[in-house]
């Protein structure tokens, strides 16, 4: 089963839930953001002053295309 199998169809995730060694996406939030700042990773979605997530449709797209 992928991992892509183990999320919604649509909706927002937080950070947390997408890096890290158990994570959809195995790198460090160091080096997530600088993926992003690239164009490598999608770009979030601000819910408020300190409140990030990202929409699932686009983790989904980066996971079956193989990232990283």
Known sequence: MSKANCIPETGLV???RIVG????VPV???SWWAGIK???FP???????????????DI???IERGAP
């Open 14 to 16: 937080r950070l947390d």
């Open 21 to 24: 060694p158990n994570g959809l």
């Open 28 to 30: 460090s939030k160091s």
């Open 38 to 40: 690239t164009g490598r």
């Open 43 to 57: 770009k979030p979605v601000k819910l408020g002053p300190r409140t990030t997530a990202w929409r699932i449709e």
């Open 60 to 62: 989904r797209v980066l």
